[in-house]
């Protein structure tokens, strides 16, 4: 479990953002400053009867042992509290099988968290707004960026600090379903939370569909939160 820490203090005003969707494996680190208020989890197998199948959590301590773990069945939500055992980072895996296996959301209320890391998330359908930081010193980074590979679409929005927006990119999958976009940052850019929105395009002819999403940043931390308070970066 990578060493992460708050960006800053949580705004429990802020209105909670819709979950986002995910497929296959996703890592989801959270970051407990009070043992005192226990680890929630509330993890929706949305797939139901369309992929039949269970997925599985596990929240895994700084350690990597396992402090519970259990199956979610088709169409069934877990509401998962755990006891955090003491202050610091947590790890929450959610794992569906892969090759067009089960959907599921996760919102995690209680405590700061962020999603990725080394490897790409596989987001699906329904994504809320992602929020990143750009640390000082980064005169540019990259966004890895892929969709379905057999008619899809899949629309790329990046916004800095001040929410201009500064790429806007629709993938297609017959003409290159993945692409790696350059992104250069002004001085004054640097150090802050930016923000990028994926999913349909505006306008999108048939035979053509949305709903595969692949997601990696290269040059600055991987990491991602539906809610620009909640993000942890490396210590």
Known sequence: ??????????????????????????LFYLYVPDPAVPIKARIRHQAGKQRNEPIAYAIIDSRGVPLTDDLIQPGETATVTRKAPEPGVYALLVEASGGGGPWYDVSI??????????????????????????????????????????????????FNSRDERVLDETLISDQGAKKRFEVKVAP??????????IGRPEKMPSPYYSENYYLRLEGIPSYFSDRPDGLLMPR
């Open 1 to 26: 479990i990578p060493a992460l820490k708050p960006l800053g203090p949580r705004d429990t005003r802020r209105p909670v953002p819709s979950p986002s969707t995910y497929r296959g494996r996703t």
């Open 109 to 158: 209320p209680e405590h700061p968290y962020v999603v990725g890391g080394k490897k790409e998330v596989y987001f699906f359908r329904g994504v809320s707004r992602q929020y990143f930081l750009v640390p000082e010193g980064t005169a540019s980074f990259r966004i890895h960026f892929a969709t379905g590979d057999q008619n899809q679409q899949a629309r790329l929005q990046l």
């Open 188 to 197: 004054e850019e640097q150090g802050k939370v930016w923000s990028l929105l």
